[in-house]
């Protein structure tokens, strides 16, 4: 059930689920009424619906606790704040050093956002833009596209990351990497998120992906969006909010941008899943295993999962540069030669050793004072180009998108006895799924304004630039 957070709704909405809320502003204080402490905050404004559901999964989490020690430090959500499966989208989680949640991630490691920016008019850009998106359909969503593969270079990628991956890759020239600028892309490599350079280990990774015995291999997850609310989407710079900032950047008023968000695909899933059950099956034998269904790992086995983590977070870290040459060079075969500089690649779906302690970060962005970052809304609404603040309250971090406000199964029915339902902004979506663009209207989505405003009037983030839809690409 969703409702408005005004105080009298919301006590009703939560009351049958155990729940105690007090409102400051736009922060939600919740609580379990069974046990006193397990408690978080929520950022939310109380124009914003919440699912009582949410709240529930919030604090499941929030009161997980390991026989060996392991604990919870705090919890706590961004304003695009919704249900998971089972972990609540766009929440935080603090524990000690000694202690991970491999499901509070689960199956879509390091799934994030990477943002380019490329000068061609806008005029010029609509002009051949049929014939880009004949091209780009076919790299995107039709399997079209050639990106041949090592098993040495994915060894190299598993265990030391997209900069290993590059240089294992520059005697391969061939399909996508026949026409690369390798020069280029690994000094954008090395501008990546800090995260991008911890070493994982290939061990833990699919072995299928490192068979000496074969030549090249094309990985059919790798360059691919993905499913769900996975995207690319040409934008246009519509305003820039600080001037000296985005210059720093690269970015300037009237410019097109690309943004693309994906994960780590069927790697994330392998490794998700074998660590989701390595949790339970270690849980020690003779104490009752937690009514929530949830299990964390404590000692050496957290920091072990940490390194598989990071094998699958390097992949998704090629995945999405992968994506973004493919458009490189459908770019420059269009419009001629383009540099399409990078802005920023950011996680939001991750678990990194901070000072604090390991922050799990399930759709939430690391929002490090000085770091930029990327909270898009939906293909009818606004996007913005940010710096985070380190806020200690929030585990400095803020949100990874606007949030759904209706769900995927509720957007299906209301199509079928609504025609404009969801659809009463303007967008263009390509794709060859036509259940994308009912799931993925803009109306499923909550507004990006009171999202963004809410987390600047915390200090949250500091807004650099606000960019438009244009064209959107989901698989």
């Keep these: 059930m969703s ?15 155990n729940i105690f809320a007090e409102r400051e502003g736009n922060i939600l204080r919740v609580q379990s009424t069974l046990r006193s402490d397990v408690r978080a905050e ?87 833009k049929e014939r880009l998106i004949a091209l780009l359909k076919g790299d995107l969503l039709e399997a079209a596209r050639n990106v041949p593969t090592t098993p040495a270079a994915m060894t190299a990628l598993f265990s030391d990351g997209l900069g290993a991956f590059w240089r294992a890759m520059r005697n391969t020239r061939e399909g996508l990497f026949a026409h690369i600028d390798f020069a280029q892309v690994e000094a954008e490599t090395a501008r990546l998120f800090a995260a991008s350079h911890i070493a994982g280990n290939a061990h833990y990774a699919p072995e299928a992906l490192q068979d000496t015995r074969r030549g090249l291999l094309r990985d059919p ?34 410019q097109l941008a690309l943004m693309v968000h994906s994960g780590s695909r069927d790697v994330g899933s392998y490794i998700g899943t074998r660590w989701m059950d390595r949790a339970k099956a270690e849980w020690p034998s003779g104490v009752k295993h937690p009514e929530s269904g949830l299990y964390g790992l404590c000692g050496p086995l957290a920091a072990e999962y940490l390194t598989a983590m990071h094998a699958a977070a390097h992949y998704a870290d090629a995945n999405r540069a992968l994506i973004v040459e493919l458009v490189r060079q459908r770019i420059r075969q269009v419009f001629g030669d383009q540099s ?10 991750i678990v990194l050793s ?5 922050v799990h970060r399930k759709g939430a962005t690391p929002a490090h004072a000085g770091q930029p970052l990327l909270i898009p809304g939906s293909m009818g609404d606004d996007s913005y180009l940010l710096d985070g603040l380190g806020h200690e309250r929030w585990a400095s971090s803020a949100s990874h998108g606007a949030g759904r406000a209706v769900s995927r199964m509720e957007m299906a029915w209301k199509s079928k006895h609504d025609a404009g339902a969801g659809t009463q902004r303007q967008f263009e979506c390509i794709t060859l799924r036509e259940e994308r663009r009912i799931e993925e209207a803009p109306g499923a989505y909550k507004p990006i304004g009171p999202v963004i405003e809410s987390q600047v009037e915390e200090g949250l983030v500091r807004p650099v630039a606000k960019l438009a839809p244009l064209l959107t690409f989901k698989a």
């Design 3 to 17: 409702t408005t957070v005004s105080a009298k709704r919301l006590a009703k909405a939560l009351a049958s689920h």
């Design 42 to 128: 929520i950022l939310l404004p109380d124009s914003l619906p919440l699912e009582a559901k949410a709240v529930s999964q919030l604090l499941a989490f929030a009161g997980m606790r390991h026989p060996h020690g392991g604990h919870v430090c705090r919890a706590c959500a961004t304003p695009d704040f919704h249900p998971g499966a089972p972990v609540p989208v766009g929440s935080i989680l603090v524990t000690n050093h000694d202690f991970v949640v491999p499901e509070s991630i689960g199956r879509d490691i390091n799934c994030g956002m990477r943002l380019h920016v490329l000068d061609v008019p806008l005029e010029r850009f609509l002009a051949h």
């Design 221 to 254: 997850g790798l360059a691919t969006l993905g499913a769900g609310n996975h995207f690319c989407e040409f934008q246009t710079v519509s305003q820039v909010l600080d001037r000296h900032r985005a210059f720093e950047l690269g970015v300037r008023p009237g």
């Design 340 to 349: 399409m500089p990078l802005v920023c690649d950011v996680p939001h779906n």
């Design 354 to 358: 901070e000072a604090g302690g390991n």
